[in-house]
Each structure stands twice: as structure tokens, then as C-alpha cells.
């Protein structure tokens, strides 16, 4: 079933316009709670009260106030604010082009998706897309919808277009206000310590991949609703907290970072990700040996005992990331999984390999 568009309009720049739709990109999963009353099953509502006599306010009564000063207040009437709000857009009116690079990110508020309304509006629809690919820029226009006026940008993003509300300048605020010790120049690193910082940024560069991302804290709430439903005691694992580093030993941390880098592996420092974090391992890669044809003693398998399994399993373990021992966590069906370090996946997924294989 297609979705249905939140709204329908008109796309224009210059004397180009094109019917479009646009529909909601985005879908929040978050867990919906209902207020209760402790003991029961009453809901609790929230209710409009004078704050001076305790008495309840109807809707209709209620009016908007600014105060100006202590106590004192300009009264404005819903149909006041209704006259000036703005109207319903019936155009998306590109009024330039942008190059992309120049946009800081932190402008970008919400997406939607942009598509034509007809199939006979295919031609004029892939051409914009296209042009504003090739080109790297995206179109700046004012946008009306459920009163209230938003800058917005459109742009191509893998064969569609995507129309982003914008937050105003007057809205971002300056860090430098609001950061206290926020450093400012350069603050006493080595060069060496540089170098190893930006070596092992790239040990740990990957391919963006959202879906390799999850959301850890809301499976632990569903994880803890089926637990309560079914009776099973509820208990949850912590790890250490963590610890900023010691300036003095930066240089032995960030070579200890490299060398769980270089072990697909995070440092006993740095163990636990944070939740929602999950990062593609870097296997090392193997060669095999040529034998001339021949089978070496040396490569024959002897036969793997009980002892040879779990040092085997200890070993494969000991390569993943977080992410991965907690992916093999989920297979094995792990309890609280969620709530564990890197450290005790591993001893879960261990000891369920084990347990797996000895069955």
C-alpha cells in the first residue's frame, strides 16, 4: 500500500514547474507508554488548570500570553494569530542554487521525499534530479504547511529528490558561548601524537552502512517489557564507567588503540561502544602457503578435541567487534545481551558455542 503525501503542490525554477507530492521520510520506532496510575490500569490524563484557583479550564477559554514584564502579559486570541499565520503553499518556489559544500550540516532539520505527481511529469522530474547530481547544489525556497513557514532545500539524493526544512541562522547557536573549555589554538599535542591519531582514524575508517546501526536502547526496553510479561526476573548488567584518558599517556593509548585496530578489535580502554554503535570488523587477510602440490605434515588437522574447540572459539571471538559478537549474541539467543560489554559477549557467545557443541 503506498503511502499517502502530506502534501500536494507545485515544484518551480524559472519557468520550469512540475507537479509533485511530498511524502514523510522518516518513521519514529520509539516505544509508546500510556501514563497509569500506580496499582492499576486507570490512565492518568493531563488537564488544563488555572494555576491561582485549581479549577479546570475549558479549551475555548484558553488564549495565548507574552510577557513583557513580571506579571504582565499582551494577551493574544487564537484568530488573531490565525490572520497572520501563513497560508498553505501551493508552490515550492526555488529561489537559487546552492553548492552543497557550502551548507553546514547543522541547518538540516527534517527530511521528506519529493515525487511527481503523474507519470507523465517522469521526463521534467529526472532531469531536475539529474541536473542538481551532476551539478552538487540544491535548491533554496520558503515552504508553507500547517502554518508555519520553513527555508527548505532541495536535492538530489540516488535518483530522487529530497526537501529538507532548515533551521533559520538566528536559531543555531554560538558554540563558543556555549562551551566553556572549548580549547582555542593549538593545544600542546605532538606531531607524532598527531600523526598516530590520524593512522588510527584510518585503520578505523569503514563504508557507511545505517543499517549496520541500531538502536540498542530501545531493544532493551522491549527486551524488558517480554521479560515482565513472562515473569522472568529482571536483572542488567554494567560495565565500568568510563575514564578520560590520561594526557600524559596519550601516546601509549593511541598505540595501544593501533594495535587493537590492526586485531579488528577495540582496546581493554576503550571496550564498550556506545549503544547504537556498531562498526564493520577488519579481518586480517591470509595467505596460504604453497606446498608445491604436496600436503605438508605441518597443514594436516590433527583431530580437534574438547579443549582445541574452546581455544578455537576463544580465538575467532576475540577478532570481533562489539557489534559482531552481539549479532552472534542474538543468535544464540543470549539474554540481556543488550546490556552487556565486549568483554562479556565474548564469554556469552563462548560459553553458548560450547554449550551448542557439546549437545
Known sequence: MMARPVWTGVLSFGLVTVP?????????????????????????????????TGDEVSYQDVVKGFEVADGEYVVVEPDELEQISPGRSRTIDISGFVDLDQVDPIFFDKTYYLGPRGKEYAKIFQLLTEALTRSNRAGIALFSIRGKEYLTAVRADAGLLELHTMHWADELRDPHEEIGDLPSGRAGYSRQELATAEQLIDMLTVDWDPAEYHDTYEEQIKKLIEDKLA??????????????????????????????????????????????????????????????????????????????????????LSRLTKAQLYKEASRYEIAHRSTMTRDELQEAVAQAARHLRAS
Do not use: C
Open 231 to 316: 515473569g522472568r526476573e529482571i536483572t542488567a548488567s554494567e560495565g565500568p564507567p568510563a575514564e578520560a584518558t590520561n594526557v600524559v599517556d596519550l601516546m601509549a593509548v593511541l598505540k595501544r588503540s593501533l594495535e587493537g585496530a590492526k586485531h579488528g578489535k577495540t582496546t581493554p580502554d576503550a571496550a564498550d561502544e556506545k549503544p547504537g554503535r556498531r562498526r564493520a570488523a577488519q579481518r586480517p587477510r591470509t595467505t596460504p602457503k604453497k606446498t608445491g602440490g604436496k600436503k605438508s605434515a605441518s597443514t594436516a588437522a590433527p583431530p580437534e578435541t574438547a579443549t582445541a574447540k574452546k581455544h578455537a572459539v576463544k580465538k575467532d
Open 20 to 52: 509533485v507530492a511530498l511524502y514523510t521520510a522518516t518513521d519514529s520506532h520509539a516505544v509508546q507508554f500510556h501514563q497509569l496510575q500506580r496499582g492499576t490500569g486507570d490512565w492518568v490524563r493531563n488537564k488544563r488548570v488555572n494555576e491561582r
